[in-house]
């Protein structure tokens, strides 16, 4: 079962790496919400700095919020699996897997990195790009190094997500429910 968590963590991690190219969102980091007052002078043609983070990490909470509504992913993260055993927690994770796959076919186009499959023998050359290369192991030599795939890596080659709406909104990846009764 570790193995399939390894899988799950390591994809959540890699998708949300590419969405926010590395970085830690904006609205994460308190003190990257307050923007500038020359920002706010700008010409309306010039993007700052400041706003296109604002803009990315409206558009991760974005993609968030579509995870959790097609497949609950934020729900699942957040609870506590200790009191479950394997067959409920692997009964959970496909019906987590399938909404999950359905929002990410209807919204991003995701492409291999390298080519082959897991556990293949692979030769890399001298031109190794590494923010989308990661090497690990004995890696003291020079190239060409050889190894074996460990993950084939992801690219994001198409997103086409809804506009955002109100920006007061934005940074809501689930509503509150409350039953009227």
Not at 63 to 78: E, H, K, N, S, T
Not at 152 to 170: A, K, S, Y
Request: proline share 6%.
């Amino acid at each position: 079962m570790g193995g399939v968590w390894n899988r799950i963590k390591l994809a959540v991690l890699a998708f949300f790496s590419i969405l926010f190219k590395g970085r830690l969102p904006s609205a994460l980091r308190a003190e990257e919400r307050l923007v500038a007052p020359a920002a706010a002078s700008a010409a309306p043609t010039a993007v700052t700095p400041a706003i296109a983070r604002e803009d990315s990490s409206d558009r991760a909470v974005q993609v968030l919020a579509l995870l959790q509504r097609d497949g609950r992913l934020v729900d699942f993260l957040m609870e506590d699996l200790a009191a479950y055993n394997d067959a409920q927690i692997g009964a959970a994770v496909r019906d987590v897997h399938a909404g999950c796959r359905r929002a990410l076919d209807r919204h991003v186009t995701l492409a291999s990195i390298l080519a082959g499959q897991e556990g293949e023998s692979v030769t890399m050359g001298s031109s190794i790009d590494p923010s989308t290369v990661h090497l690990v192991g004995n890696v003291t030599a020079r190239p060409p190094f050889s190894g074996r795939l460990l993950h084939r890596g992801w690219r994001v080659e198409r997103m086409t997500l809804p506009p955002l709406g109100d920006p007061h909104g934005r940074a809501v990846v689930a509503q509150a429910e409350i039953e009227v009764a």
